[in-house]
Nanobody, 116 residues
Framework: VQLVESGGGLVQPGGSLRLSCTASGFAFSRYVMSWYRQAPGKERQLVATITSTGVSTDYADSVKGRFTISRDNAKNTVYLQMNSLKTEDTAVYFC??????????WGQGTQVTVSS
């Protein structure tokens, strides 16, 4: 089982980034997928969630209207489009796969730094 995030980097305030998380080793299309983030010295925070079919999404209040989660089950990949980035969005971003009554899986994280 593997979840591999990519797409992080350094961006100026107001800029955009698109994160990807590609899965292997499990039935991706049957799992709810989420993005979390963890800033230095802070607890890991849920950012966005998407259901297995992609029909429903949910967001933390702090990112609503700026971030969009999506998935491509044919590519075993979930995305996080981040627009209008703020310095407070700086964190390590993780993807997570969950399914009721089964083990959940985490990626290794990708660093996003928003700074001028």
């Amino acid at each position: 089982v593997q979840l591999v995030e990519s797409g992080g980097g350094l961006v100026q305030p107001g800029g955009s980034l698109r994160l990807s998380c590609t899965a292997s080793g499990f039935a991706f299309s049957r799992y709810v997928m989420s993005w979390y983030r963890q800033a230095p010295g802070k607890e890991r925070q849920l950012v966005a969630t998407i259901t297995s079919t992609g029909v429903s999404t949910d967001y933390a209040d702090s990112v609503k209207g700026r971030f969009t989660i999506s998935r491509d089950n044919a590519k075993n990949t979930v995305y996080l489009q981040m627009n209008s980035l703020k310095t407070e969005d700086t964190a390590v971003y993780f993807c997570r796969a969950t399914r009721t009554s089964l083990p959940n899986y985490w990626g290794q994280g990708t660093q996003v730094t928003v700074s001028s």
